[in-house]
């Protein structure tokens, strides 16, 4: 059973950086999609980034192109969100998500557009954008 674990979150003021990891157990991620979502107080969880392990494509939300780049290690089973310049829009709790068999540009734009249909999940780290 794959489990997902982030870590990374904390307080940043505006137009810093930051950089989650989620790490892998139990099954390798090469088979995988991840992707990286939040979700504010009040609002429904958002893809923010989305890679396929299989063929590399990735998507990155509008609001996030730029700024944020997600990462593979292969050899440590690990996803990274590199978030620089982050704004207090940013704040949210972010997630980790996987899902099998996902590979292709669409593919992955559909996994971070429709987070309902993402099979495995972590706990979770808080990220807070304040001065």
């Known amino acids: 059973q794959l489990q997902l674990v982030e870590s990374g979150g904390g307080l940043v003021q505006p137009g810093g950086s930051l950089r989650l990891s989620c790490v892998a157990s139990?099954?390798?991620?090469?088979?995988?999609?991840i992707g990286w979502f939040r979700q504010a107080p009040g609002k429904e969880r958002e893809g923010v980034s989305c890679m396929s392990s299989r063929d590399g494509s990735t998507y990155y939300e509008d609001s996030v192109k730029g700024r944020f780049t997600v990462a593979r290690d292969s050899a440590r089973n690990t996803v990274y969100l590199q978030m620089n310049n982050v704004k207090p829009e940013d704040t949210a709790t972010y997630y980790c998500?996987?899902?099998?068999?996902?590979?292709?540009?669409?593919?992955?734009?559909?996994?971070?557009?429709?987070?309902?249909?993402?099979?495995?999940w972590g706990q979770g780290t808080q990220v807070t954008v304040s001065s």
């Open positions: 139990g099954v390798s991620l090469d088979y995988y999609a």
């Open positions: 998500g996987a899902l099998p068999g996902v590979s292709g540009v669409l593919a992955v734009k559909g996994m971070c557009q429709t987070p309902r249909n993402t099979k495995f």
